[in-house]
């Protein structure tokens, strides 16, 4: 009995130090994939932005400086606050100690306050520095509302109608001093019927004059 017992000591031991040399072994290589990056930039400025509506994306800018003595080049990743999705991803190349503007672009569907915070990254993906979080303000489009297009529309009709009015009431005015087409046309009519009549009344003259 004692055998087995110890042999059952020694293999629940075993069995531990296995366990621990795994964790081991995968939170170095965890820590190892994490590692900052040896880059070194700084940032001048806080970020500016603006133009952001709930129908328009809005531009983000981002202000850094290398550290190195050659060009680099960056990446700026934004991520929204709340929700930790990336909104966008943007290169730059960086020239030794000269600021440099990194500037990104994207949108929100909603108006409101919304919050974002930025990491600057190598090439490797390896985090340099992470800065935020900063708020924006998002303003409310007003062609996103229906009742902005039925404005337009409406504003659009009204407008062809008194111009089709302005333009009739100037050509009443030029074809006849503000006689309708009906009026014109009837007093045309009457101007041939006299003339017709003058002229059998001339030749009825004509007539009596010979005999």
Not at 55 to 78: A, H, Q, R, W
Request: charged share 30%; proline share 1%; aromatic share 10%.
């Amino acid at each position: 009995m004692s055998d087995k017992m110890q042999a059952k000591k020694l293999f629940t031991v075993a069995l531990a130090l296995a366990c621990v040399m795994s964790f081991a072994f995968i939170f170095e290589a965890d820590s190892s994939d994490a590692a900052d990056s040896t880059v070194k930039v700084v940032k001048t400025k806080d970020p500016t932005w603006g133009g952001f509506t709930d129908m328009k994306d809005g531009n983000f800018t981002v202000y850094l400086m290398s550290n190195m003595t050659d060009e680099i080049t960056v990446k700026v990743v934004v991520f929204d606050t709340e929700s930790g999705k990336e909104k966008d991803r943007t290169e730059a190349v960086l020239k030794p100690s000269e600021e440099t503007s990194v500037r990104t672009g994207f949108g929100y569907g909603s108006d409101g306050t919304k919050m974002v915070y930025y990491k600057v990254l190598d090439v490797e993906d390896k985090e340099i520095f992470t800065d935020g979080s900063f708020e924006i303000s998002v303003s409310h489009s007003l062609w996103k509302n229906t009742s902005t297009y039925v404005a337009v529309v409406i504003i659009v009709i009204v407008i062809v109608i008194v111009v089709v009015v302005i333009m009739r009431s100037r050509t009443k005015k030029v074809v006849g001093g503000g006689k309708s087409f009906t009026e014109l046309e009837a007093e045309r009519k009457a101007k041939r019927t006299n003339k017709v009549a003058e002229r059998q009344t001339y030749k009825a003259g004509e007539k009596k004059t010979r005999k």
